[in-house]
């Protein structure tokens, strides 16, 4: 059978293997002073254009997601998400753990608005009680979002400049940047990411990896102390080399890009094989993830052949369901797939 | 030049990249769900002789420590540790990050004393402000010791009589688990801590491992929620496969305890070669990190041949040093150490 | 000029200050274990009807709120509030300060609906990734709410009965709880309050005390070591004579009884004389405070004259605003702003 | 029988009493705005000579702690005070509670040193291991310390020197400040305070108030959003107007001066009548608190007569005892000590 239920349902790219194999037994020091992430931050910095950037290398979304915005904030701030933002739903609260309120702005298919995060702004402002209320520290946006879609250069730079206005750093989200920006509905490349916000991750786990998140702060931003802070969270690795040497791999001969679009590629043909045979979708997603609205009988038809997530019921008795390519995703699973529908 | 500054320079077992390479393309769930977690659970169980344990794999140290730790104390406890205990010293605050405060006691060798908690505890509860201060609410010891000590039989059951008098949980921090119980001085086995403790976990990261820690609640004891706990702390990895993975293979054949042993022997080597050489010790130590005391030439003479960590300065000019050795640790290593001095 | 601002804009009731005056020099211990404090604890337990009543007396709302709170939830619970709810929105972030989330329900003129609640809770526990999720621990209500209605007892009972299958305290705010009970439109005492719900307080500040909110556990069932959580929370007095005089003050001769039933009087006065001249209220409130839709004009002439609260601007122009009355409100204030309309 | 436990068994003094009273149905905006807090402020800022001082008033001391502390520090960094420090042992963990590890330095009759603060952070520095422990932040220290000692103008600009060169804000807690500044043995007035730190608190709740207690940024430099601050940890009392009139009271014609004046000379008259009958002290106070050192029968022969808290026992058998005095100690409690005696 195959698995269509998420992007992390295999190992790692077998490039990483290999070179793991290969390095095994190079010693090296811990905590992220090795060489192989010495390397990976060199060439990390040569593909966002930012040679001054501060890198980090974390090992898992929720830790690198709390670990910034705690590390970003001050403790009176809260961070604004989409409502559907992963921080507000699906980290076990780790934001507020932390001590941040996670201020939620509306949705429109897993992204905000510029337009309403202005207006939450001003109405924040002209409420003469907003001093009793958690400041606004922080915006933060998924690219591409929960849903599967992406923000376009337009929608990007609005939303950066009424953080700017505020004096909000933006924090983009790349738990599944690579798809985001493989997806030909792009219109930004990674180096306008990196210009675009003040800080933000490369997704590995989601994207070839084990595991790891590399987190950048473009302008060599960091805050002060900021690998106190990561260990502090519990997220410091003591053999950072496991990291340095996947993003180095990732980032060797543009690696990260072309299995993005591989997986970009088996998406946007599932899309189409869904798509043939008559069935719309809740998103219009043209990233990794894509859902189709199943009925109850379609859904039967595909038990214990292909794998996949069921995301909500719907008022009228269908479901609506997500099908998850990855970088691993082989092309005769989706043949597979359209073979049985 | 060999590496004696830690015992994570290297990377895994090579068992464990094999497994990795052969399971690569095999799909599995996320979040510990995965068939590797399983079958490791199951050997752990099996190995520590406790069929009903609750068990969590964890990627680092200071993350599992403080996860335990805030997952088991009320807010209003804190932990008691010696006053060289890791998360009273080196944890970047991980634990007051959570919320707790670490209540420290005289350390010895870098154990505590029985007798001493138990004075601790009678005075704490003699002054009658007691309630305005943090309460006791768990013992924390780590085994061996951040000195490579090791405490006996007799000791531990003596701190867990205490410990079981005031209704605190004993925890034991095993981050060198391995090595304490392949020590020759050692007269407990791993069903002994577990039958001793109410809380362990088992080393991964400087045992053999890429990374990874295993918790163990022994009688199936694990707070109420613990799974959403670990969410919440940063500390659930996507790909819960590669910590299965790497604990079943250490489990299997028991290559946990082989490969500890290896790296007694090479310690005991190490050990040997340095007292040849009328070099003394500033602590005993019957597990893999040695302290040999060197004077500014002894050190001068090592330099850019074998490295090492200077741990600190002492009155007379000399200085303690830590050799560490592991699983990874060459016979030629030794060899080539011994031939210098 | 009057005010009808808030309901603290004076001091004490006249018995407080002078039971102040006359107990000055007698010498009592502090943090709450002087002899007012247990005379005013023994009233409470008779005037709610619950002999075995933990009651601890704290300063002011929001530390009341979130000391309750964090000493009830387990760390990987949140709470459940309307999304009105005065720890939603205008604490500052207290609750995420001490490390959890407010989980937030639909509103209905301030108020929870028994049939939301559940439907939440049932939709939580359906969704097979809630534990990745932070647990409802607590469901929180105001009485009255934020927006001064209240909940009838059959609707206390309905929540009340849904907390009780799904394991969730009820915890009621009683900030206002005087003006609640005295109002017409209430068909619940303090002795139903202290049945239907398993912890709530009885503010003080607001009704005639200068500082002070007494915590009741109502069967006994104060969280363990609750007195060291009020301590760690900032919320112990030194000199809780100053809370248990007031308190034992206000509960002598139905002392608080009395002055929230004229704070009634008077704000059921202040509605009629709006009404009577057809000027419509955005809610309609049984309590002390009442919120009036004035237009531009209306509120220009008023200016200057009385002093009001400006709640929020309505899309026609006009404005929704708050007048609060209190123990303290004079009827010559009421008929002065009932002269000048 | 007269009490002598704490400086805190009396109600507050009179003239608060009667401006209470007098003041009762004024109406005035909550939170601090009021008319008291602003005259208040304003003899506080002529007082200590800081017509910029930014100045906060709270209601009890541990909440002004934390406050401060968790105010001032970043999420990274933890405390220095002395082991005895009030917030070291008896704020239930406040500290750690808002994330801060308390950083202990040795203690000399309640005091730390300049010498052995230096000591501490060349070694802290030194130690390359620094960025995995907590970063030193701000320096915690009591005037009078918790033992009634207090320190002299040298010892403060010495360790202010040391907080300046490390970049660490001194923090005075003032809880007891007046009886400090009143001793004969103090060689710094109220201005050599506000000079020498970076914020410091003025205690109320133990000189002359009900409540209370002013927090001074000498030079207007509050963190931003420091009422925000406020208000998330449960300090801000809703009647500010309780807190402005006690200080505004208390700074009127130096009533703070010439109250703990009173407070000293009673001290120091318990002090002579304990000395004159050859009774030695734990510690050489200057301040408010006596620590005469009492023999079991001495301790019988004045059970029932007066009152006192018993500090510690002694190995011979003896005991350290704790006198306080306070503003409203009557010159004839003290003869009748002295009668007994």
Redesign the interface.
């Known amino acids: 059978m195959?698995?269509f239920?998420?992007d992390?349902?295999?190992?790692?790219h077998?490039e990483i293997?290999k070179r793991?194999?290969e390095?095994?037994?190079?010693?090296?020091?811990?905590?992220g002073e090795d060489s192989f992430c010495a390397s990976a931050k060199a060439r990390i910095r040569e593909a966002i254009g930012c040679p001054e950037a501060d890198i980090f290398f974390l090992?898992?979304?929720?830790?690198?997601n709390?670990?910034i915005i705690?590390?970003m904030l001050?403790?009176?701030q809260?961070v604004l998400a989409a409502q559907t933002g992963h921080i507000a739903?699906?980290?076990?609260?780790?934001?507020?753990?932390?001590?941040?309120?996670?201020l939620t702005l509306p949705q429109h298919s897993g992204k905000i608005d510029a337009g309403e995060l202005k207006a939450w702004l001003e109405a924040f402002y002209a409420d003469e009680?907003y001093?009793?209320?958690?400041?606004p520290g922080m915006v933060y946006i998924s690219f591409p979002s929960e849903y599967g879609t992406i923000y376009s250069r337009t929608e990007l730079e609005a939303i950066g400049e009424i953080c700017k206005h505020y004096g909000l750093p933006l924090f983009i989200d790349g738990a599944r940047l690579g798809y985001g920006l493989a997806s030909p509905a792009a219109d930004v490349c990674l180096k306008d990411i990196a210009r675009l916000c003040d800080v933000f991750y490369i997704g590995g786990?989601?994207v070839g990896a084990?595991?790891g998140e590399a987190v950048v702060f473009p302008r060599g931003n960091a805050?002060?102390?900021f690998?106190?802070?990561v260990?502090?969270?519990?997220?410091?690795?003591?053999?950072g080399?496991?990291l340095g040497l996947q993003f180095d791999t990732l980032f060797t001969d543009d690696l990260y890009g072309k299995i993005s679009a591989h997986a970009i590629e088996m998406a946007l043909r599932v899309k189409e094989v869904f798509a043939s045979h008559g069935i719309g979708f809740h998103i219009d997603s043209p990233t990794n993830q894509q859902f189709p609205i199943l009925s109850a009988e379609q859904m039967e038809a595909l038990k214990g052949k292909v794998a996949f997530e069921v995301w909500e019921p719907l008022p009228d008795g269908r479901y609506v369901t997500r099908f998850a390519t990855s970088w691993?995703t082989k092309p005769e699973a989706v043949e597979y797939l359209a073979g049985i529908l």
Request: aromatic letters at 10%; hydrophobic letters at 30%.
């Open positions: 195959y698995s239920t998420c992390y349902t295999e190992g790692a077998p293997l793991l194999n390095s095994n037994f190079q010693q090296e020091p811990g905590y090992v898992g979304g929720t830790q690198t709390y670990t705690d590390g001050q403790g009176y809260g739903v699906h980290e076990a609260g780790a934001i507020e753990f932390s001590g941040h309120k996670v009680t001093p009793h209320m958690v400041q786990t989601k084990l595991c805050p002060a102390h690998f106190t802070t260990k502090q969270h519990g997220a410091l690795l003591a053999k080399r496991l691993a």
